[in-house]
């Protein structure tokens, strides 16, 4: 006979065995780091001072601006859904850490049972009495409560593992939240600058109809001078026409913007409060990119990246451990008996078991190697899109820090140009009064102001849009 440190040694290496046959083959897990470099500095300048620090009650003065974002980071739709994603991966967590913890359960069963006489139960059950004078019944029933448990003991860390896999998503889907956030910010304040402006726009568009219209008069007069034809009567009346359709297209505009923006606070259409009247006030602030490395932190998108790519290493371990052997214990206490009058007899009443298994994959285990190799797999999309989130985040740093510096070139050539145009008109007007002009020259000139005017109030837009837009790319907008 074989002693107990033979049988041990035995077991211990059929363990062995049956680990390394359950192990997966030819298989290599992923270890590529992903890629963290960046550049060193943005276009040269080498301070680390960050706008994106700045809270946005901060960085947006308008006070209707700030209401407005106020009231859309409460209730905003597509906001508020993500919250219950937020929810949903933080039940996970609970879930997950439920699965590596015993699990108990109290119940009870009832059933019946007659063996046949000429089987060893029934046999015995023949030449048996329950009590003494009590013969055993043909049919006996079977009656069963107590409590059950079953624990599956986590040596490979598998079920610890998918409770941080968890953990990781919920963090992500906060820094999704975030990610949205600065998203939603950004979007409300290039609306209400833009709205800003379709209101300087149409202000400029009236006005301009007015100047029109007292020209026209002066070329009615002209025409009954006999200075003029009617032909320049007509120019000039197709030229307010034209104008004065230009209004309904801005007004349209506005509706569309408001409604925007209504959309985006969670609320029906109504007439939004804007101080349009400082528009042409409003002046460029300085913008302090800091250093591109501060993205990975400041940036909700990256940081979103970056825990997905946690996740992603830590589904290969659990892919990994579906091929290990896994441990399972399983106990049960209670009472049972074929008369419930004796199920509260102790200890004849009283049944209990301990068991315990292990168990591995040995053959076709082609689903648990291609969930391994799609494990893998992911892990090298979650490096690549990290890859690509921190690239995206520094190409938009830096194209929209030269946009800020070309459309203050931009501005101040515009504005030069209103100005010349401004006393080109007072110029032409003249000039058409005394005859050494014709009408032709004041209606191009009228033409050119207003197109120059407008777009100059255009470039004052794109220019607070372009710092929105670099406050949301360095990151700032959700803290």
């Not at 089987?119 to 043909?138: C, K």
């Not at 451990?321 to 106990?331: D, H, K, V």
């Amino acid at each position: 006979m074989m002693s107990n440190k033979t049988l041990t040694h035995l077991a211990i290496g059929g363990m062995l065995m049956l680990v390394a046959a359950c192990m997966p083959k030819s298989l290599v897990q992923v270890d590529r780091k992903e890629n963290r470099a960046v550049p060193a500095h943005f276009n040269q300048d080498t301070d680390s001072t960050n706008t994106a620090k700045v809270s946005w009650k901060t960085y947006f003065t308008d006070s209707y601006l700030v209401a407005l974002i106020d009231t859309a980071l409460h209730h905003n739709q597509e906001l508020n859904i993500t919250l219950q994603e937020i929810e949903i991966t933080q039940n996970e967590i609970m879930a997950r850490k439920g699965e590596y913890l015993p699990f108990v359960k109290l119940g009870g069963g009832l059933g019946v049972e007659k063996v046949s006489r000429y089987t060893s139960q029934g046999a015995s059950d023949a030449n048996s009495e329950i009590r003494p004078g009590v013969e055993t019944p043909e049919v006996l029933p079977d009656m069963f409560a107590g409590a059950m448990a079953h624990w599956e003991i986590d040596i490979w860390h598998k079920l610890r593992n998918a409770r941080k896999v968890a953990v990781a998503n919920y963090l992500a889907t906060i820094e999704g939240k975030n990610f949205l956030v600065t998203n939603l910010v950004s979007e409300i304040a290039r609306s209400y600058y833009e709205l800003m402006a379709l209101d300087n726009q149409l202000a400029l568009i009236k006005k301009n109809v007015d100047i029109l219209n007292n020209a026209l008069v002066i070329i009615r007069q002209e025409k009954q001078a006999a200075k003029v034809t009617e032909l320049a009567v007509r120019r000039f009346e197709a030229e307010v026409f034209k104008t004065q359709s230009l209004q309904f297209e801005i007004q349209q505009k506005i509706v569309e913007t408001e409604n925007r923006i209504n959309f985006l606070v969670g609320r029906f259409p109504t007439h939004v409060e804007r101080s349009s009247s400082q528009f042409n006030e409003l002046t460029p602030t300085k913008i302090y990119a800091g250093l591109p490395a501060q993205l990975i932190e400041n940036r909700p998108d990256i940081r979103q990246a970056t825990l997905k790519l946690e996740a992603a290493k830590l589904d290969i371990s659990i892919a990994k451990a579906n091929f290990y052997p896994s441990l399972g214990l399983s106990a049960g206490l209670g009472f049972r008996s074929y008369n419930p009058l004796y199920l509260v007899s102790i200890p004849q009443a009283l049944v209990s078991s301990l068991a315990g298994d292990i168990a591995g994959p040995l053959i076709n285990k082609n689903a648990l190697i291609a969930t391994y190799k799609n494990a893998n797999a992911k892990q090298i999309q979650a490096i690549y899109d990290f890859e690509r989130t921190v690239l995206n985040a520094c190409i938009e740093v830096t194209n929209q820090l030269s946009n800020i510096d070309n459309l203050d070139k931009n501005y101040a050539m515009k504005n030069n140009q209103v100005q010349a145009l401004n006393k080109s008109t007072d110029i032409s007007l003249k000039l058409f009064t005394s005859a050494r002009a014709d009408y032709m020259e004041v209606l191009l000139t009228q033409r050119d102001v207003l197109e120059a005017r407008m777009e100059l109030i255009e470039t004052r837009m794109r220019q607070m849009n372009a710092l929105v837009n670099t406050y949301r790319a360095l990151g700032g907008g959700w803290n």
